[in-house]
């Protein structure tokens, strides 16, 4: 394919966008790397590090730090994390994702009126995992106690100075909060005032919660002293959250606000260690979480790339733009059709998904001059030789022949609906496609290499009972009608499809990347850009998480409101940076794309490079709000 650029200037503004300075310096360390979305959590990864633990280690100080601080998550959420172990060379998983709880069936919900389940309140929530995941990760692969790695945690839980954006966020919420009792006792802390949240650098204390982190550490240090081994104490903390009093006070302070979870939900849920998903690319590993997450949307994304030459189309040309657009809407048609749980059935296609064979077929799709408002889910099951048993259902779509005028029209409750005409307001698009939470990411001298995206529980949460947890608000990821997506169609037990998607790369055997971000459906489309930034334009660590991105809307929204209209599609609909030429936003329009812009577009990022040659790391914190590292 043509770049519209003359290969001379081309060659000078990709010079340029790589000799450009970035908003915040790099980070450069030899020992090791903490970051995180918050400055006091990433000093808990620090002080982890500094007492001689290791990434994984400081991870889960950084996490639980970062839950602590509600930085867009809390406790009652769910964890998702990637592990190199330079002991085995291996890239694993941790799932630590929860799961509907029982009585929550599609009957359910479709009986109160819903098209998803809830973005808010006890009825969003899914079983915690992020206590589970901690447990099982320091148990496995830390040195620490459960006690050292949760002391900063339990600090900042007894008082610390709260930061504005969380303070205000707070503020805003404020109608929603009172709903919920124990929501209202832990943030409202002046009840009656013209402001009744915490102010900005108000010490704010969680009784409740640090007495929940206390029983779990108790638990930990009670099996010691009975001479149990560091991993069947730290459990022995798990078991305590999730089979003893911790778990009997939030099943009660659930079911009293409305939700469903029982004691026998959080007995039976446990945290897994799976295999981890990859691809190569350009002489790269790739590898990201199984199709319960998003993860796999952006190694069919690279396998579709793998046919063009994104260099010569220069960095952000409309061309690029054009080609890696269409590559991610053609892998998130996949994802929003064939994405699930994939311990439950039925078996998702991922073999097929992944194949080089069919990335060549789909990247045949793409037309090199105009976008494809109507690109529909493919069909991955002869590429394992298979026979796809939802034809009916692609067919059922109703998808016409010309892409100019293909509209989603599912049958029964829903085949009234327009698939183009958004009855959201922009703004609450927005918010919906961007809803974040927070990554952590660390690497050690040793060889340790964790990436973490958490989520869940974010604000406005209904806290559970007396704990001090907020609870989970990703069931509204899963679907109620098996025609948008017959593998996350919600049922007790089953884990919903999520955004959440940490990334981990290797290079002749050998870490290379470590990155993540925050935000919704925007997830993979800023990861796949910014690991390109670096692999085709030779961009640093810092430069990449800061360059200027572009998002596509054409897929169906993950979060968001109740209704079929606030998830809907938005076709040829692309949000680029302010800084984006005439020429290039005249090109576009040319192919039939809807312009929108804004002046950040690029993450946040939070990355590790590893660089080989010198023995040190380079750290990529995004320059996007309050993500912060330190590296030594």
Not at 57 to 82: H, I, K, N, R, Y
Request: charged share 20%; aromatic share 10%; proline share 6%.
């Amino acid at each position: 394919m043509k770049s519209f650029l003359p290969l001379a200037f081309l060659l000078f503004f990709i010079s340029s966008i790589i000799a450009q300075p970035t908003q915040k310096p790099p980070l450069h360390g030899k020992n090791w790397m903490a970051i995180t979305g918050k400055p006091l959590a990433a000093t808990a990864g620090a002080a982890v590090f500094q007492k001689g633990g290791n990434a994984v280690d400081a991870a889960c100080a950084m996490l639980a730090a970062t839950c602590t601080m509600w930085d867009v998550l809390s406790w009652g959420g769910e964890t998702q994390a990637l592990i190199y172990n330079p002991k085995t060379k291996k890239v694993i998983a941790i799932n630590a994702m929860g799961v509907a709880p029982t009585g929550a069936t599609v009957d359910f919900f479709k009986k109160k009126g819903y098209y998803f389940p809830p973005e808010y309140g006890p009825l969003a929530a899914t079983t915690p995992g992020t206590p589970g995941g901690i447990c099982l990760m320091l148990a496995n692969y830390g040195t620490k106690s459960l006690k050292e790695v949760l002391e900063p945690a339990m600090q900042l839980a007894a008082g610390y100075p709260i930061e504005a954006q969380t303070a205000n966020s707070i503020e805003r919420n404020k109608a929603r909060i009172k709903e919920w009792p124990y929501s209202s006792k832990t943030f409202l802390t002046h009840p009656g005032e013209p402001r009744e949240a915490p102010e900005a650098g108000e010490i704010f204390v969680q009784k409740d919660l640090l007495a929940t982190l206390t029983k779990m550490v108790e638990a930990e240090q009670q099996a010691l002293h009975q001479k149990k081994s560091r991993k069947e104490a730290i459990m022995a903390a798990y078991d305590r959250f999730y089979k003893g009093d911790i778990a009997e006070d939030f099943v009660r302070g659930c079911q009293e606000q409305g939700g469903l979870i029982t004691l026998q939900d959080l007995a039976n849920w446990k945290p897994i260690e799976e295999e981890s998903l990859h691809t190569s690319y350009k002489g790269v590993d790739v590898y990201k979480m199984q199709s319960w997450t998003q993860g796999p949307s952006l190694l069919q994304a690279l396998n579709i790339l793998e046919n063009f030459d994104l260099k010569k189309m220069g960095y952000n040309s409309s061309q690029y733009i054009h080609t890696v657009y269409q590559a991610m809407n053609l892998s998130f048609a996949d994802r929003d059709f064939y994405y699930g749980d994939p311990y439950l059935a039925p078996a998702e296609p991922i073999k097929g998904l992944l194949s080089k064979a069919y990335a060549a077929q789909r990247a045949k799709l793409i037309r090199p001059d105009q976008n494809d408002t109507g690109i529909d889910p493919g069909d991955p099951y002869p590429f394992e030789n298979k026979t796809n048993p939802y034809l009916d259902l692609l067919k059922g779509r109703n998808f016409s022949t010309d892409s100019s005028t293909r509209q989603f029209m599912p049958t029964h409750d829903i085949r009234s609906a327009n698939s183009f005409n958004n009855t959201s307001t922009d703004e609450q698009y927005q918010d919906r496609l961007w809803r974040g939470t927070t990554s952590v990411e660390a690497a050690d001298q040793e060889g340790w290499v964790v990436s973490i995206t958490p989520s869940g529980g974010w604000l406005p949460a209904c806290i559970a009972g007396n704990t001090g947890v907020g609870m989970s608000q990703r069931m509204q990821s899963f679907v109620l009608d098996e025609m948008i997506n017959p593998f996350n169609v919600v049922a007790p037990g089953k884990r919903p499809r999520v955004t959440l998607t940490p990334s981990l790369a290797l290079k002749d055997g050998k870490p290379f990347l470590s990155f993540a971000v925050q935000g919704g459906d925007t997830q993979e489309q800023n990861l796949l850009q910014f690991f390109l930034n670096i692999v085709e334009f030779g961009m640093t660590v810092q430069q990449a998480t800061e360059a200027p991105n572009f998002n596509s809307n054409q897929l169906w929204l993950s979060l968001g409101g109740t209704k079929l209209e606030d998830r809907k599609p938005r076709p040829g609909s692309i949000l680029l940076n302010n800084i984006t030429k005439e020429t290039t936003r005249d090109q576009l329009k040319k192919m039939g794309y809807t312009l929108s812009f804004d002046d950040r577009t690029s993450g946040p990022i939070n990355a590790i490079y590893f660089d080989w040659k010198h023995g040190s790391l380079w750290g990529g914190s995004s320059n996007h709000g309050e993500d912060y590292g330190i590296g030594w």
